[in-house]
């Protein structure tokens, strides 16, 4: 008999930088539900959002894989640099499928884009063929696709931290000890990273 497929959470994003939301929703997702990883998608373009502020890949790459380097059950993955853009989330996981036929994916979302799927290229087939774990969001609505059979509601905290606060704060020269891990703040600092 075949052993079970190793289910892996994608949590995809710019991480334009990684904070400590994404670390907080990464690690509950890891050690409270049936997930063996969750893999940071460093993602180059968002095609729903503008890409102006964005800083090189390789720069979040690097801030991702600082900031969950004690962690065994998570990992960054930099898929989507080789793949043609915009990337589209459907397409990365065809592809990882591919890559990876051990393995069954999930994809983490925040209640907040939940709302946003049928914007996304090929939604239905996300939701049915790889299935959804869902964290909650400040202000974030119902819809009918709670109720989907392929999506799991996780109990998270609401968070609230966001990564053009903390651009933001850099370019003032503000203090975001907390607000990254350190690893993080320091590569920014080194780098000089948002000025």
Known sequence: MDAPARKIGLFFGSFNPIHIGHLIIANIMAENTDLSKVWFVVSPHNPL??????????DRYDMVKAAIADHYKLEVSDVEFHLPRPSYTIDTLAHLVERYPNYSFRVILGEDSLVNLPKWKNYRQLLDLYGLYIYPRPGSEKTELHRHPNVTLVDAP???ISATYIRQCIQNNKSIRY???EPVEQMIRQRHLYR
Do not use: I, M, Q, Y
């Open 49 to 58: 959002k503008d890409s102006k502020s964005l800083l090189h890949e390789f």
């Open 158 to 160: 609401l968070l609230d």
């Open 179 to 181: 607000l990254v891990p």
